[in-house]
């Protein structure tokens, strides 16, 4: 792993040093989740407490941010080192109680942008990247407690700490640039092979009888805008 | 790209986030099983709970209770003291379960947990914290660390058998009965050490107790269970269930028939024990087997009112060495006129109480306390009492299922649906640690939900 690790990088500033161009950019934006495994653990939450007036959200609707040093090679090819940021809690408000779920994932990855389309072309705007990003998801879990229970106002009940990776695919449009600053929306789409919240359905659920997974894949789709500032 | 087609792609991309939002549920009630008419036989908490969630999914419910009242081991007794007392259960063990959230959601009150445990040592009435350093309470205390975390190593052993060969010293041995066997509803020389440490290791409900102060277990599971509360079927004793054909016939001793698609037993262990539903065809062999495997007998509570308070005010537990292993006081934080002492004892103790009789069990268990407290306080001052023996009532026939030595995974094997029509829940039937509890009988309840929901989705 160290090997590799230390192969990448070689590869990585021997590519960043034959770029003819370089930027650093910063992405914004809205980050969609779709993870079955962690919808059931929270459908089976919601239905087991009928009696809550308000159910508890899904893990689905979150932030997005990253950092990325990129360096362009020729007019079609690019390449970047990317620190990816997601967060995409869920809050289920009741009156006695509040619980909320936090899982952020930090990720470290490369990426590498194609733009297939001439200067002359209508499409010229248009870039495709595809990305690979390892890192950490961690996860809180918090609940807020009414005052008249024993318990402190607000504990942490748990927090997971897991290894996660995904490939994405990004698509980039470029409405507006000048020779040192330019500004993309970008759509973009992940797979996770393999996200984890150590024991979420023990902790949450309060059980463990329903054999539920804590592990599962997870797909993501964010739309934002970038920022770059080329040197 | 067309200046309208950009527009277009970015507002479709744009608001598809909306739209698989609006797609996605946040609840198992995607269906809505209207047909269905499933029959729940019990009304305790596993049977109320289940019934409460199948209505919500839209099944059509019928629930058959042979005693004469809702709640099973959930019963209160209103009137003898200015709060309700708890004749079943009375803990709230554990802060992360459907239960904990639905006591909360019905902002009932829960009171002080900080109480003192006494324990009678040497001829006298000492605080257990006191005499921590006392070198056969901290070897007592060091085991009941190991069992707790789950850490026990010494086979499928009754815990009697491993206390006397491990060398246990006979003062601190009534204490460890009380802590192992009598908590977990029997005397230690009926309880698999093994199990109770399997028990601890599954626990995920977390380690507060806590006791209800502004209300009791029964109001609390009626407010959760409202929309099914009025359709129990009481007196309803059901004696044949035959379910060979395609639909499972249910019948009661008050010859009344009743038929579904869906069966779901919660009746108490002792109930299946002597096959007193009348299974048609009989249970498979394994079940059968399995359900003589798990353990549950004599136990009672004795509450106990005085015209004084002649124990520490802060009391919690009071550790004996005779036939009552543990006394609590059953209002601390719950009342501030607390004269009340609950007798709490299983297994073999309860077994030779009940067999005195009433009137002599009752002077036995104040000579222990007037030998713990003196001047025969107790006899003295006693002004009333209530005796609960779960023995004898006929549809539970115990308290609470216990891991007995062999028991293996016959609980596992009970659970197990039955041909997709016959459905087991009830606190026995929990396979992760959490039975004999409320909580515990409720996530059976949802166990069996959750098979008949899947099994209609085929
Ligand atoms: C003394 C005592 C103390 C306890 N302490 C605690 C505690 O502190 N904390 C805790 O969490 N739990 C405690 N418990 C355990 C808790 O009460 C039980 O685990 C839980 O209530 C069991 O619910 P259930 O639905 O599985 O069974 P039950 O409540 O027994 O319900 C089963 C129902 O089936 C009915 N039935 C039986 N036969 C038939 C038939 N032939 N036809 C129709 N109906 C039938 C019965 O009448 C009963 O109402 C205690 C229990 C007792 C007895």
């Given at each position: 792993?160290?090997?590799?690790?230390?192969?990448?990088?070689?590869?990585?500033?021997?590519?960043?040093?034959?770029?003819?161009?370089?930027?650093?950019?910063?992405?914004?934006?809205?980050?969609?989740?779709?993870?079955?495994?962690?919808?059931?653990?929270?459908?089976?939450?919601?239905?087991?407490?009928?009696?809550?007036?308000?159910?508890?959200?899904?893990?689905?609707?979150?932030?997005?941010?990253?950092?990325?040093?990129?360096?362009?090679?020729?007019?079609?090819?690019?390449?970047?080192?990317?620190?990816?940021?997601?967060?995409?809690?869920?809050?289920?408000?009741?009156?006695?109680?509040?619980?909320?779920?936090?899982?952020?994932?930090?990720?470290?990855?490369?990426?590498?942008y194609y733009s297939p389309f001439?200067?002359?072309?209508?499409?010229?705007?248009?870039?495709?990247?595809?990305?690979?990003?390892?890192?950490?998801?961690?996860?809180?879990?918090?609940?807020?407690?009414?005052?008249?229970?024993?318990?402190?106002?607000?504990?942490?009940?748990?927090?997971?700490?897991?290894?996660?990776?995904?490939?994405?695919?990004?698509?980039?449009?470029?409405?507006?640039?000048?020779?040192?600053?330019?500004?993309?929306?970008?759509?973009?789409?992940?797979?996770?092979?393999?996200?984890?919240?150590?024991?979420?359905?023990?902790?949450?659920?309060?059980?463990?009888?329903?054999?539920?997974?804590?592990?599962?894949?997870?797909?993501?789709?964010?739309?934002?805008?970038?920022?770059?500032?080329?040197? | 790209?067309?200046?309208?087609?950009?527009?277009?792609?970015?507002?479709?991309?744009?608001?598809?986030?909306?739209?698989?939002?609006?797609?996605?549920?946040?609840?198992?009630?995607?269906?809505?099983?209207?047909?269905?008419?499933?029959?729940?036989?019990?009304?305790?908490?596993?049977?109320?709970?289940?019934?409460?969630?199948?209505?919500?999914?839209?099944?059509?419910?019928?629930?058959?209770?042979?005693?004469?009242?809702?709640?099973?081991?959930?019963?209160?007794?209103?009137?003898?003291?200015?709060?309700?007392?708890?004749?079943?259960?009375?803990?709230?063990?554990?802060?992360?379960?459907?239960?904990?959230?639905?006591?909360?959601?019905?902002?009932?009150?829960?009171?002080?947990?900080?109480?003192?445990?006494?324990?009678?040592?040497?001829?006298?009435?000492?605080?257990?914290?006191?005499?921590?350093?006392?070198?056969d309470v901290k070897a007592a205390?060091?085991?009941?660390?190991?069992?707790?975390?789950?850490?026990?190593?010494?086979?499928?052993?009754?815990?009697?058998?491993?206390?006397?060969?491990?060398?246990?010293?006979?003062?601190?041995?009534?204490?460890?009965?009380?802590?192992?066997?009598?908590?977990?509803?029997?005397?230690?020389?009926?309880?698999?050490?093994?199990?109770?440490?399997?028990?601890?290791?599954?626990?995920?409900?977390?380690?507060?107790?806590?006791?209800?102060?502004?209300?009791?277990?029964?109001?609390?599971?009626?407010?959760?269970?409202?929309?099914?509360?009025?359709?129990?079927?009481?007196?309803?004793?059901?004696?044949?269930?035959?379910?060979?054909?395609?639909?499972?016939?249910?019948?009661?001793?008050?010859?009344?028939?009743?038929?579904?698609?869906?069966?779901?037993?919660?009746?108490?262990?002792?109930?299946?024990?002597?096959?007193?539903?009348?299974?048609?065809?009989?249970?498979?062999?394994?079940?059968?087997?399995?359900?003589?495997?798990?353990?549950?007998?004599?136990?009672?509570?004795?509450?106990?009112?005085?015209s004084q308070r002649f124990w520490?005010?802060?009391?919690?537990?009071?550790?004996?060495?005779?036939?009552?292993?543990?006394?609590?006081?059953?209002?601390?934080?719950?009342?501030?006129?607390?004269?009340?002492?609950?007798?709490?004892?299983?297994?073999?103790?309860?077994?030779?109480?009940?067999?005195?009789?009433?009137?002599?069990?009752?002077?036995?268990?104040?000579?222990?306390?007037?030998?713990?407290?003196?001047?025969?306080?107790?006899?003295?001052?006693?002004?009333?009492?209530?005796?609960?023996?779960?023995?004898?009532?006929?549809?539970?026939?115990?308290?609470?299922?216990?891991?007995?030595?062999?028991?293996?995974?016959?609980?596992?094997?009970?659970?197990?649906?039955?041909?997709?029509?016959?459905?087991?829940?009830?606190?026995?039937?929990?396979?992760?640690?959490?039975?004999?509890?409320?909580?515990?009988?409720?996530?059976?309840?949802?166990?069996?939900?959750?098979?008949?929901?899947?099994?209609?989705?085929?």
């Amino acid at each position: 792993m160290k090997k590799l690790g230390f192969l990448i990088s070689c590869l990585v500033l021997q590519l960043a040093g034959q770029a003819q161009r370089h930027a650093l950019s910063l992405d914004a934006g809205y980050l969609y989740v779709y993870s079955p495994a962690f919808d059931k653990i929270i459908q089976y939450y919601n239905f087991s407490r009928p009696w809550q007036s308000k159910e508890q959200a899904l893990l689905q609707n979150g932030v997005r941010g990253a950092l990325a040093y990129s360096y362009q090679f020729n007019r079609r090819w690019a390449g970047a080192t990317a620190f990816d940021f997601m967060y995409f809690p869920s809050v289920g408000r009741n009156e006695t109680q509040r619980i909320s779920i936090h899982p952020k994932a930090y990720t470290l990855g490369l990426q590498c942008y194609y733009s297939p389309f001439d200067s002359t072309s209508s499409f010229k705007r248009l870039r495709f990247s595809a990305g690979v990003f390892a890192g950490l998801l961690s996860t809180h879990l918090r609940e807020d407690k009414a005052p008249l229970w024993l318990d402190e106002d607000e504990e942490e009940k748990y927090k997971s700490n897991t290894f996660t990776y995904s490939f994405q695919l990004q698509m980039d449009y470029r409405f507006w640039q000048t020779s040192k600053h330019a500004t993309d929306a970008f759509v973009k789409f992940g797979f996770w092979p393999q996200v984890e919240i150590d024991d979420f359905a023990e902790t949450f659920i309060g059980t463990n009888i329903y054999n539920l997974e804590n592990e599962g894949v997870m797909w993501t789709f964010s739309l934002g805008l970038r920022h770059s500032l080329r040197f | 790209m067309k200046r309208r087609d950009f527009l277009l792609t970015s507002t479709a991309l744009f608001l598809s986030p909306v739209f698989l939002t609006a797609c996605r549920k946040r609840n198992l009630n995607s269906k809505n099983f209207k047909s269905t008419k499933v029959i729940v036989i019990g009304a305790g908490a596993a049977g109320m709970y289940c019934a409460q969630l199948l209505h919500k999914a839209g099944c059509e419910v019928i629930i058959l209770e042979a005693g004469a009242q809702i709640g099973g081991r959930i019963r209160k007794l209103e009137g003898f003291s200015d709060f309700p007392i708890e004749l079943g259960a009375e803990e709230i063990h554990g802060e992360r379960s459907a239960y904990y959230n639905l006591v909360k959601s019905t902002n009932t009150a829960i009171a002080d947990g900080d109480t003192k445990d006494f324990i009678y040592l040497d001829n006298a009435l000492q605080d257990l914290e006191v005499v921590a350093n006392d070198a056969d309470v901290k070897a007592a205390e060091a085991f009941l660390d190991t069992l707790e975390e789950g850490n026990y190593k010494g086979g499928d052993v009754d815990a009697e058998g491993y206390i006397s060969a491990n060398g246990f010293s006979t003062r601190v041995r009534p204490y460890l009965n009380a802590r192992i066997g009598n908590e977990h509803g029997t005397s230690n020389d009926r309880i698999s050490l093994q199990g109770v440490n399997i028990e601890n290791e599954l626990w995920t409900a977390g380690n507060t107790n806590a006791l209800l102060k502004g209300g009791a277990h029964i109001d609390v599971l009626q407010k959760a269970c409202a929309d099914v509360w009025a359709k129990v079927q009481l007196n309803a004793v059901v004696n044949q269930i035959n379910y060979a054909g395609g639909e499972v016939e249910v019948k009661t001793t008050a010859n009344q028939t009743f038929t579904a698609a869906k069966v779901v037993v919660t009746v108490p262990i002792p109930l299946l024990k002597t096959n007193s539903l009348g299974f048609n065809p009989s249970l498979p062999s394994a079940k059968s087997e399995a359900i003589q495997k798990i353990g549950m007998g004599a136990g009672m509570k004795v509450i106990l009112k005085f015209s004084q308070r002649f124990w520490d005010a802060s009391t919690g537990s009071i550790f004996g060495t005779g036939l009552v292993p543990e006394f609590w006081s059953t209002g601390t934080g719950r009342s501030a006129n607390n004269n009340c002492l609950t007798a709490f004892v299983h297994g073999k103790n309860a077994e030779q109480l009940v067999a005195m009789g009433n009137a002599a069990m009752l002077s036995k268990i104040l000579s222990e306390l007037d030998a713990m407290f003196g001047n025969a306080v107790a006899t003295s001052s006693l002004t009333d009492h209530y005796i609960m023996n779960w023995q004898n009532e006929t549809f539970v026939k115990g308290t609470y299922s216990y891991p007995s030595v062999g028991e293996g995974n016959a609980r596992e094997v009970l659970a197990a649906p039955l041909d997709n029509k016959l459905y087991f829940a009830g606190e026995a039937t929990h396979t992760k640690g959490h039975f004999a509890s409320i909580h515990g009988a409720m996530e059976t309840g949802l166990r069996a939900v959750k098979e008949i929901l899947e099994s209609l989705e085929k």
